[in-house]
């Protein structure tokens, strides 16, 4: 049971790959998915049958002939115990109590407060419907969110017996532990070459003589380029958008740099038909490199690179390089 659509479709595509892939399964696990169609998805064709990459949708197939594993949402399943026209998902269910084994729970954390004490009484509904006897049924819940402190085993072990109605210990609890380097590879000496040695870089000067093979290539990403700015002063230096002085007008504006001629320089926008004097009135990184990269066929530059027009809709985007005073009254061919 998914707290969103978008989730369950999601992982009905893994599951539908995942059962065809295993000859263990494929042919013999049939997987479906129960989630509200919405008004514009009443009249699309959904798949029937199992396939290489999704799993039963159509939702008469589902109801006519229950699959062995259901992907829903508690609304979905709300409506699953209510409504008449949906008692054929219950009906093997009915005959044999035994059949229903599991009940998983993704995003676990996300059921608390009313929408947690809803879905806890929908399990108990659904037990009480098929007549469940406590311990039958297995829950499991999954969340990549859950606390680490001392005593977050107890309180999570709590709250899961609450939401399920099942007796639920802190041994049951599969956590995550992280471990270093060392202690993951411990002292097998053979595992020596895939261990990462940041020391050994300093090692890699790269001579014209060398072979490429020899050289690990390394590359760290400290910050996301588009969030690079240069600031509008006599000597521009490059800065981050977060750390511009907002009170000011025009303090850093999105860079260009031509590599070619390794000039460089500042980018912004202009209302189209506006004269040369008017003031930059885009300056919002986002919207200054849509325009770069929306309209980069029509850019044309002067052999001084010095600046750069580029049409888009009604607006211009004017690069003016270091040091040039240079304005614009027409495009440059």
């Not at 929306?294 to 049409?311: D, F, P």
Request: with cysteine; glycine share 8%.
């Amino acid at each position: 049971m998914y707290p969103m659509n978008a989730l369950a479709t999601d992982q009905a595509k893994r599951l539908g790959e995942m059962i065809f892939e295993d000859e263990r399964l494929s042919g013999k696990i049939r997987a479906g998915l129960f989630i509200g169609e919405g008004k514009q998805g009443q009249n699309i064709q959904r798949n029937k049958l199992m396939g290489p990459d999704h799993i039963i949708e159509d939702r008469n197939t589902i109801i006519d002939s229950p699959p062995d594993i259901l992907l829903t949402n508690f609304k979905m399943l709300d409506y699953g115990l209510m409504k008449h026209n949906y008692n054929g998902l219950w009906s093997h269910n009915m005959l044999d109590k035994g059949l229903f084994k599991f009940l998983v729970l993704d995003e676990l954390h996300t059921y608390d407060g009313a929408q947690g004490t809803d879905v806890a009484n929908l399990i108990r509904r659904l037990k009480l419907k098929l007549n469940m006897e406590e311990g039958q049924l297995c829950p499991v819940g999954t969340s990549a969110t859950i606390g680490s402190s001392e005593e977050a085993p107890t309180l999570l072990a709590d709250y899961a017996q609450k939401i399920f109605g099942e007796t639920i210990t802190e041994e049951s609890i599969i956590n995550e532990n992280r471990v270093n380097v060392e202690e993951f590879f411990e002292e097998d000496e053979s595992l020596l070459p895939f261990i990462p040695l940041p020391n050994k870089l300093k090692e890699l000067v790269y001579h014209e003589r060398d072979n490429f093979d020899d050289y690990l290539q390394g590359q760290l990403w400290i910050r996301e380029l588009s969030g690079v700015q240069y600031t509008v002063e006599e000597k521009p230096q490059f800065t981050f958008r977060d750390q511009v002085d907002a009170q000011t007008e025009i303090s850093a504006l999105p860079p260009w740099y031509c590599r070619e001629c390794n000039s460089s320089g500042w980018l912004g926008l202009k209302h189209d038909g506006s004269d040369n004097t008017t003031t930059v009135v885009g300056t919002k990184i986002p919207t200054v490199y849509s325009c770069m990269r929306t309209t980069l066929h029509n850019t044309i530059a002067n052999a001084q690179h010095n600046t750069i027009v580029k049409e888009h809709r009604s607006t211009r985007v004017i690069a003016h390089g270091n040091n040039t005073e240079k304005t614009v009254t027409g495009p440059i061919c």
